[in-house]
């Protein structure tokens, strides 16, 4: 077993004060997903409010944050095609669920450690003008588009590795809200794994490829599904902001290689692509000077990370 109790702050700043009730939300968004019949996320077992605790199963010894194995190089790719199924699954199986609109609202932890840290941060810290306007822009659509449920945090820190399986973690920002946003945490998190192995990239990129495959072929959302894409790539650069300069900057980014990814962030602000294949030849071309760049070994990874 694991317990698991919210703090009032923030590891990495301990200024930084969070709802603590977010252990609640992840109480219920594990029992959805065994409702839901999904594989992948730890079975909850006890949830003791008053002491924001929370108690699941443990997924045991031997398991690794999927971070290490992208930061090492290794792209699993049918992995990543039942991810993509998985989060598909979870998509279409709510959407239109008006009961499950009302249950799960945006949180204050969904506004508190994704708006605040990432689109808030852009609004109000970027340089560029068209930068600060985007954040504004993909705020509102946060807001407004309520399509399915949404795990909220689909970063590799938050996916456990073990053998063949894996298991999906920290569901505490879960709400009904925007698929766009699952995708364009996932992408930023791939996209800056390629940046950072540049030479290795095209690993990343038919990592991305298969799991939308998988992920569209589950989610069943006809036409619709090239305005999500379309909104993953717009909620993208604020996920990239975040990691390559704001407050949740990953350690141990070399300047060349920060640079690199935020001329790849600055360049999708103003192209506006509409598909993520189009983000590949940026980082193609944003990233030549990267062409010595090593995978990190194990050991040397530490720090916050994504």
Same mark, same amino acid.
């Given at each position: 077993?694991?317990?698991?109790?919210?703090?009032?702050?923030?590891?990495?700043?301990?200024?930084?004060?969070?709802?603590?009730?977010?252990?609640?939300?992840?109480?219920?968004?594990?029992?959805?997903?065994?409702?839901?019949?999904?594989?992948?996320?730890?079975?909850?077992? %006890?949830?003791?409010?008053?002491?924001?605790?929370?108690?699941?199963?443990?997924?045991?010894?031997?398991?690794?944050?999927?971070?290490?194995?992208?930061?090492?190089?290794?792209?699993?790719?049918?992995?990543?095609?039942?991810?993509?199924?998985?989060?598909?699954?979870?998509?279409?199986?709510?959407?239109?669920?008006?009961? %499950?609109?009302?249950?799960?609202?945006?949180?204050?932890?969904?506004?508190?450690?994704?708006?605040?840290?990432?689109?808030?941060?852009?609004?109000?810290?970027?340089?560029?003008?068209?930068?600060?306007?985007?954040?504004?822009?993909?705020?509102?659509?946060?807001?407004?588009?309520?399509?399915?449920?949404?795990?909220?945090?689909?970063?590799?820190?938050? *996916?456990?590795?073990?053998?063949?399986?894996?298991?999906?973690?920290?569901?505490?920002?879960?709400?009904?809200?925007?698929?766009?946003?699952?995708?364009?945490?996932?992408?930023?998190?791939?996209?800056?794994?390629?940046?950072?192995?540049?030479?290795?990239?095209?690993?990343?990129?038919?990592?991305?490829?298969?799991?939308?495959?998988?992920?569209?072929?589950?989610?069943?959302?006809?036409?619709?599904?090239?305005? *999500?894409?379309?909104?993953?790539?717009?909620?993208?650069?604020?996920?990239?902001?975040?990691?390559?300069?704001?407050?949740?900057? *990953?350690?141990?980014?070399?300047?060349?290689?920060?640079?690199?990814?935020?001329?790849?962030?600055?360049?999708?602000?103003?192209?506006?692509?509409?598909?993520?294949?189009?983000?590949?030849?940026?980082?193609?071309?944003?990233?030549?000077?990267?062409?010595?760049?090593?995978?990190?070994?194990?050991?040397?990874?530490?720090?916050?990370?994504?």
């Amino acid at each position: 077993m694991v317990l698991k109790q919210a703090e009032p702050v923030m590891k990495f700043n301990r200024k930084f004060r969070m709802p603590q009730d977010r252990v609640v939300t992840e109480y219920d968004a594990l029992k959805l997903w065994r409702a839901l019949g999904l594989p992948y996320a730890p079975k909850p077992l %006890l949830l003791d409010k008053k002491r924001f605790l929370l108690v699941m199963e443990a997924v045991g010894e031997g398991a690794e944050m999927l971070t290490f194995q992208l930061m090492r190089g290794k792209v699993d790719v049918p992995l990543l095609r039942r991810l993509g199924t998985t989060y598909g699954r979870l998509h279409g199986k709510t959407r239109g669920k008006s009961r %499950l609109k009302t249950a799960f609202p945006m949180t204050g932890g969904f506004r508190m450690l994704k708006i605040g840290l990432y689109y808030k941060d852009m609004a109000e810290s970027a340089k560029s003008p068209k930068m600060r306007e985007l954040a504004k822009r993909c705020m509102e659509k946060l807001e407004k588009n309520r399509l399915c449920f949404i795990q909220g945090d689909l970063l590799p820190k938050n *996916i456990l590795v073990k053998g063949n399986d894996f298991f999906i973690i920290d569901h505490e920002v879960s709400y009904y809200g925007d698929p766009a946003q699952d995708l364009a945490v996932f992408f930023s998190a791939m996209v800056s794994s390629a940046v950072i192995n540049w030479p290795l990239r095209k690993r990343y990129y038919r990592g991305i490829r298969e799991f939308m495959k998988s992920y569209k072929k589950e989610a069943g959302w006809g036409s619709l599904f090239r305005k *999500i894409e379309a909104n993953s790539i717009a909620y993208l650069p604020a996920n990239l902001f975040g990691r390559a300069c704001g407050k949740v900057k *990953i350690d141990l980014l070399d300047k060349k290689t920060e640079k690199a990814l935020v001329r790849v962030m600055e360049r999708i602000v103003a192209e506006e692509p509409k598909k993520i294949a189009s983000v590949f030849r940026m980082v193609d071309e944003e990233g030549k000077a990267l062409a010595r760049n090593k995978p990190w070994k194990k050991e040397a990874i530490h720090g916050r990370l994504f």
